[in-house]
């Protein structure tokens, strides 16, 4: 009996290992997963803040051509032709 009370053991023990190194193999995986999906999110960050940026930059520009046509309008509305 104790010749099969080893087997059993053994077979115990690779049912086990078969069962974590798949369990491992799954969880690796979805940390990939999560790691490809991560710099897809950063790179989709990266590309907004440029675009704020790049827009930031068009909005302040055209502000202040408003204000300077604004100050030419009320300069030429103060002249008398």
């Known amino acids: ?7 059993q053991t053994v ?7 078969e069962r974590l190194t798949k369990e491992l193999t799954e969880t ?5 997963q999560a790691a490809e ?6 790179e989709e960050k ?7 940026d790049e827009l930031e930059a068009e909005y302040d520009s055209l502000k ?10 009320s300069f030429f509305s103060l002249c008398k032709f």
Not at 1 to 7: G, K, Q, S
Not at 28 to 32: G, R
Not at 37 to 42: A, N, Q
Not at 64 to 73: D, F, G
């Open 1 to 7: 009996m104790a010749a099969e009370e080893v087997l």
């Open 46 to 52: 990266l590309t907004l803040k440029q675009q704020y």
């Open 28 to 32: 690796t995986h979805e940390k990939i």
């Open 64 to 73: 202040q051509e408003l204000e300077q046509l604004k100050e030419i309008v």
């Open 37 to 42: 999906y991560g710099l897809v999110v950063l």
């Open 11 to 17: 077979d115990h023990y690779k049912t086990e290992i």
